[in-house]
């Protein structure tokens, strides 16, 4: 069993939570995944469980796994860490850009890959743009337990979960991005940090607007 497969397997799960082929909630079944990918029942548990440890997906004794359900109050709680850990991240990169380049580069090529996509469409194609975006600031960030610890996917599912609540402030999100990127290869740390946590905040202001029942 190796490394590779697990990580492929990971990944592939991801996709199909992005493309809309596994749902907050849907059980993922180790004989499925095992014929569908081609892998071992070992290297789908070791996935699963480590999916687990992420938060992405909910381990119960006699259910087994299922893609995890965000609760009201859970989604808000996701929300005002990655408000902290995220605005960090921005900073930290923006200190960084200025002295590697290469990493600025791979950064500046994500901001323009994501300004490509009409924030009304919301398509998979999108979301592992958005991913790409978090991923690269993250990486330039330099900082490895920040980006152990932040949870970029379990973002996805309070998207998937909570769209109507979300959903108006797409098109003012999608330009925060250009401007976060603009802040962050211009090395402006606490222009950068403050942009990102707005841009969190929002969500979370309108999380709370819309309470459950």
């Known amino acids: 069993m190796s490394g590779a497969s ?23 079944v180790e004989a499925d995944l095992t014929a569908e990918y081609g892998v071992s029942r070992g290297t789908v548990r070791e996935t699963l469980s480590r999916m687990a440890a992420e938060g992405i997906v909910t381990l119960s004794p006699g259910r087994g796994a299922a893609i995890r359900r965000l609760d009201w109050r859970e989604a808000i709680d996701l929300l005002e860490v990655l408000e902290v850990l995220v605005g960090l991240a921005a900073a930290r990169a923006a200190r960084n850009a200025a002295g590697d380049g290469e990493g600025a580069a791979r950064f500046g ?33 330099g900082n490895a337990e920040l980006a152990r610890v932040t949870p970029r996917v379990q973002t996805h599912l309070l998207r998937i979960q909570f769209r109507a609540q979300v959903a108006a402030y797409d098109r003012l999100r999608h330009a925060d991005y250009a401007e976060i990127g603009r802040l962050v290869l211009a090395g402006d740390e606490e222009g950068a940090r403050a942009l990102t946590q707005k841009h969190f905040r929002r969500m979370i202001e309108a999380m709370e607007a819309a309470p459950p029942g």
Request: proline share 5%; aromatic share 12%; charged share 25%.
């Open 6 to 28: 697990r990580d492929s397997l990971f990944r592939a799960i991801v996709r199909g939570l992005y493309e809309g082929r596994y749902a907050p909630g849907q059980r993922l």
């Open 109 to 141: 090529a994500a901001v323009a890959a994501l300004a490509q996509f009409d924030p009304g469409q919301v398509t998979p194609e999108y979301a592992l743009a958005r991913d790409r975006f978090y991923r690269e600031m993250t990486r330039l960030a």
